[in-house]
């Protein structure tokens, strides 16, 4: 899939939402930074962006371990992006507000067994939250699941 991004911005770099779309596949991919980066050149190309933008920049910044400033996007986006507020919880859990950081994921929980099929992917906790946001380095994927174990989402 990296490789269709990659050809999807060679073809088209000034298109905002392939820009956007990828900032989450290379926050998945590991490669936060540079996620970061094309989340801001998305934002730039688009100021009337829409509110995935921030939750896939929120998603990059935790993935680059930018804290302060994953927490300032994620406040940004609608409450109706369920896994958004996953990672909410999981940034407050990495800046030590862990009251917070239940209370958002509680608050995520309760939301996501409203949907269909939500008791059964609340059941599974984090193992669902994994593979509905599948890093692909391990060290990642270790770092996320650990911030979700401090918010208090079950294993």
């Known amino acids: ?55 896939f920049q929120a998603t990059a910044l935790f993935t680059a371990r930018r804290y302060p400033e994953a927490l300032a996007a994620r406040i940004r986006v609608p409450d109706y992006f369920i896994d958004s507020t996953f990672f909410g919880a999981a940034i407050l859990a990495k800046l030590d507000r862990l009251a917070e950081a239940k209370l958002w994921a509680e608050r995520a929980v309760v939301r996501l067994k409203g949907r269909p099929g939500g008791v059964e992917h609340a059941a599974k906790g984090c193992i669902h939250l994994l593979d509905n946001n599948p890093f692909r380095l391990q060290k990642d994927r270790d770092h996320f699941a650990e911030a979700m174990r401090m918010a208090g989402v079950p294993e």
């Open 1 to 55: 899939m990296k490789k269709h991004v990659d050809r999807a911005i060679m073809l088209n770099p000034n298109d905002a939402d392939s820009l956007a779309n990828a900032s989450y596949m290379l926050a998945m991919y590991g490669e936060g930074e540079k996620a970061v980066a094309f989340s801001e050149t998305a934002m730039r190309l688009n100021p009337r962006y829409p509110d995935w933008y921030i939750a």
